[in-house]
């Protein structure tokens, strides 16, 4: 370091990271007069230090105490560099230790110690000294020399933790060794103070007991006695105040026994039977997670083991509590409700992202899991999250930051409390002290605000990952199953799954095996997850194609790296899954077509707008040059999103006509971008640009907005040529078009084709595919029937060419809204064609009452009875005007044209019909208009349609009900 002359500058001090130049350079020339040299080479050590100004100022406050030993303290400082960071380390940090060194200069030597940065001291080495200092000392004595040999042992564990990167986890075991041994040395002298005679066992409790004990904490114990008599009371009590009295060296810290069964009203030793016969009886869930980490540590070692052998049992089956899961939920949020507001964002232990989030979170895990898991029955937090992560309980990338989270909270934590060895977890937020901070953390530069930028984002770390694995649902699912379910061992498993309904046990207990059997981390992740599902997929229609789906998507996903881990971690994924696979034959086979699906049940099951997916299906289609590939690439989207929605449907309240508006709107989207990919393809084809503009109008259920899951998408394709352009080569074109467009919707694959029915155009099946505009309005002004101006009520262009779809829906507007409404003779034929459709198209041997479209009151019969009202009365009535049954019949009851009371009657049996429609075809995997006649699928409508399980009979009931009510409507307003 430059000098000016024999003085070091106060600038250049500055530069080296002193606050006061000026005092520092005093102050080194003090040191230097009591040892001269030694001022030059103390400089850059003292700069190293947490707060170099604090460390200058006790190294001249310790060679005042030393006196003529100062010189030579001084000379071994700057000669060894070891020496030297290990003494300058503390005094940098820790005014308190600082102090202790004045009233006990001899106590630097034992930081010379050249094995102390590599040596732990063992347990008993420590305890040994301990019981050495107090030994044969009176009362007084005795207190005071077990202060001054904690402080030196103290002394030796900061100097190890700050000069030599301990780990976090082994300064807290350290300390909680150190602990053991000071209450040991406390009974010593409560027992030579008292004369008590009683055999007491020390039971440490919270930090202590797991390992993992603070530089300045309470000491959380529990006493257990034989006999628990008015001497082993006094043994107790004598033996706190041995700790915790304030004495001309100061205090070791407060002993706890609060945590003893009835707290602090309750007697402060019990016997063990006492002890047992509480915890059997009126124990609070709580106190169970404290003595997860009960360990005996000090006084009758036999006592105490037996101690520990009782209470265990109640530690491990805990969880098995009513709601044990949802109180420790509560009782973390009750903590942070109570944190006083004026530290809510400095505090460290308490608050949010702060040390008590990983706590809980692992000691929930612990408790749920490790009741079944012997390897999770540890006290210590980190060593329980390792376990946790080599069991697949925690993913290893959220483990890491959790542990890293955790080590580096802990760290911040003791550090804190060097300083003053007070019991504080709030973060200070004056410079000085964040500086302090930093640079005993290792951030040299700009010290404070780095310290504060690493601080938030552990927080933010711990909190998310608190929130992740601490309400994980699959928590309270485990924590509520019988222990031979939690267990799920092979003997115990066969008559489980008989017990919760499975068909066939055998064959699940086949899939268990195949999915549990092994060491793999694959293996025990599945292991966990099944208990909890196994129960889910009990609680839905088909447990055993529940089962057998999971082991499906399993066995093709189980080696990808989110998958289970998703299922582990993320909200009710596993959840979903289980209900979405052991209800619907529709969605599971939507997911095993692409069991990457399976991401999308951990994402909002809000459908998607048409314009988000026709936008995401663009952007896929533009990057294939392929039209056949680009049409591939948006049937993925479709399959997506109709898993979502098939999803929502299942999962969540999801009404009929938010089904049908999300599936029309994803059959646009579709439509539009694979007219787009056909032209293209054509145009390819031919090598011609198509010489006409092209729409897609919608008919039927699609054209309402109505369509189900099981619905075909009928349409019309209308298009025009440009001007001038060839009409032959226009309509071969756009006949090539609308064909291209049905191939490449309908190719083999891994998603679901969209089956295009143009059967609903002029002349059916034996019409042109295709027409002009011009065509249309020619064939409807000469040939138009009644019946074709109904089935235009449904007709809605909305794909292609907008200026196309505007005049083409214009053109038809004057047909299905007849100017003079109905004349009697087209009322006649409606009603004609209806008895037909009536007679010959219910297929034949099925049931009427139960068929959702022909059967009375039906779908069909609602449908025809409105828009009989649309043909008579949409010239005159605005609101008629619509594709969409609901709306219409909200209209026709707004313009006095059905009675209310009709007007429910038909949206009951119409939306219960579509209901109990849409519910079949995702119980049975295909299109169906009939309830279905096989007991079980018929259970799994029933419980579709959020009837309870067994009131199969009753969901009946109410749809022969509810139709039959319908159909006199019908026979009132359609047939009169």
Known sequence: ??????????????????????????????????????????????????????????????????????????????????????????????????????????????????????????????????????????????????????????????????????????????????????????????????????????????????????????????????????????????LMGVCSAHTGEGTIWPVDANLRPEGRQGPLVRTLESHTGYYERWAHTWEFQALLKARPVAGDAELGRLYAERIQPFVWSASQREGFVEEVQAMRRRVVDHIPAADADRQLKLGVGGL????????????????????????????????????????????????????????????????????????????????????????????????????????????????????????????????????????????RLAALGYADPTAALRHLEALTTGVSRKAAIQRTLLPAMLEWFADAPDPDAGLFGFRRISEALGRTPWYLGLLRDEGKVAQRMAQVLATSRYATDLLQREPQGVRILGAVLTPLTVEAIRTEMEAAASRRDDPQEAVLAVRAIRRRELLRISTADLCEPFGVAEVGYALTDLTDATLEVALGEAIRAVEADRKAPLPTTMAVVAMGRYGGGELGYGSDADVMFVHDPLPDADAHQASSMANAVANELRRLLSLPSTDPPLDVDANLRPEGKGGPLTRTLAAYAAYYAKWSHVWESQALLRADAVVGDRDLCRRFTEMIDPLRYPASGLSSDDIVEIRRIKARVDGERLPRGVDPATHFKLGRGGIADVEWTVQLLQLRHAHEVDGLRTPKTLPALDAAVAAGLLATGDAEALRAAWLMSSRARNATVQVRGRASDQLPRDARERAAVAQLLRYPAGETDAMVNDYQRVCRRAAAVVDRVFWR
């Open 1 to 238: 370091m430059p000098r000016h002359g024999s003085v070091i500058t106060p600038a250049n001090l500055v530069r080296a990271g002193f606050q006061d130049g000026d005092r520092a350079a005093a102050q080194l020339d003090r040191l230097g007069e009591c040892a001269p040299g030694v001022a030059e080479p103390l400089g850059p050590l003292l700069a190293r230090t947490a707060d170099p100004d604090q460390a200058l100022d006790q190294l001249v406050g310790l060679g005042d105490a030393l006196g003529e030993e100062c010189a030579a303290m001084l000379r071994a400082v700057a000669d060894d560099e070891g020496t030297a960071m290990r003494l300058l380390s503390v005094l940098g940090l820790s005014q308190a230790l600082g102090a202790h060194l004045r009233r006990h200069p001899e106590h630097w030597h034992e930081l010379t110690d050249p094995t102390l940065g590599t040596t732990r001291p063992a347990a008993y080495a420590v305890r040994a000294g301990l019981l050495a200092a107090v030994a044969e000392r009176p009362y007084a004595e005795a207190v005071d020399a077990l202060r001054v040999e904690y402080n030196r042992v103290l002394l030796r564990l900061a100097a190890r933790d700050l000069a030599h990167d301990v780990g976090v986890d082994d300064v807290a075991a350290e300390l909680s060794d150190l602990a053991a041994g000071t209450l040991e040395a406390a009974l010593a002298v409560a027992r030579t103070e008292t004369g008590a005679e009683a055999r007491l066992a020390v039971v440490a409790m919270g930090k202590c007991g797991a390992h993992e004990l603070n530089y300045v904490s309470d000491v959380d114990v529990i006493f257990a006695a034989e006999p628990a008599d008015s001497g082993a009371t006094r043994l107790a009590s004598t």
């Open 356 to 495: 008590r989030d990983v706590e809980f979170a692992v000691q929930l895990l612990q408790l749920v899991h490790g009741r079944t898991d012997e390897s999770l029955r540890v006290p210590t937090t980190l060593s329980a999250l390792a376990r946790l992560i080599d069991g697949g309980y925690v993913g290893r990338d959220d483990g890491q930051q959790m542990h890293d989270g955790y080590a580096f909270l802990r760290r911040l934590e003791h550090r804190i409390q060097l300083q003053q060895l007070r019991r504080t977890q709030v973060v200070p937020d004056d410079p000085a002290s964040l500086r302090r901070l930093g640079r005993s953390l290792g951030y040299l530069k700009d010290s404070g605000e780095e310290l504060e930028k690493e601080w938030r984002h552990h927080r933010l770390n711990v909190r998310r990952l608190h929130e992740k694995l601490f309400y994980r649902p699959l928590l309270a699912a485990v924590a509520r199953l019988p222990e031979d379910g939690a267990r799920l061992t092979p003997e115990a498993a066969r008559d």
